[in-house]
């Protein structure tokens, strides 16, 4: 599968931004959302399986961000609102046959990242 994340940007904190990952190929995978911050390792940010839709947040953004696909057009979204300065990061999509799980090692799927800035 290929991956193409957009939607990145600038926004102030308690703004809203909404990201898009397209897919091509095969879209019976897991596809995430993961960020990395400056200096900071890649992290799992939220997950969700491609034909049943469970989903899966990181602490850090429970209540705040909502994942979600949209299997006609093989597009995934990661709708994030609230957002804070800590949120800055690269956001990249990424995909895996199987299950969601959050450990970077666990994808080989990866899209290009998008930026995300969050000022104060």
């Known amino acids: 599968v290929q991956l193409q994340a957009s939607g990145g940007g600038l926004v102030q904190a308690g703004g809203s931004l909404r990201l898009s990952c397209a897919a091509s190929?095969?879209?019976?995978?897991?596809i995430s959302w993961f960020r990395q911050a400056p200096g900071e390792q890649r992290e799992f940010v939220a997950g969700?399986?491609?034909?049943?839709?469970?989903?899966i947040y990181a602490d850090s953004v429970k209540g705040r961000f909502t994942i979600s696909r949209d299997k006609a057009k093989r597009m995934t979204y990661l709708q994030m609102n609230n957002l804070k300065p800590e949120d800055t990061a690269v956001y990249y999509c990424?995909?895996?046959?199987?299950?969601?799980?959050?450990?970077?090692?666990?994808?080989?799927?990866w899209g290009q990242g998008t930026q995300v800035t969050v000022s104060s």
């Open positions: 990424a995909a895996r046959s199987g299950d969601i799980r959050t450990n970077t090692n666990e994808y080989n799927n």
């Open positions: 190929g095969r879209t019976n995978w897991s």
């Open positions: 969700i399986t491609w034909n049943w839709g469970t989903t």
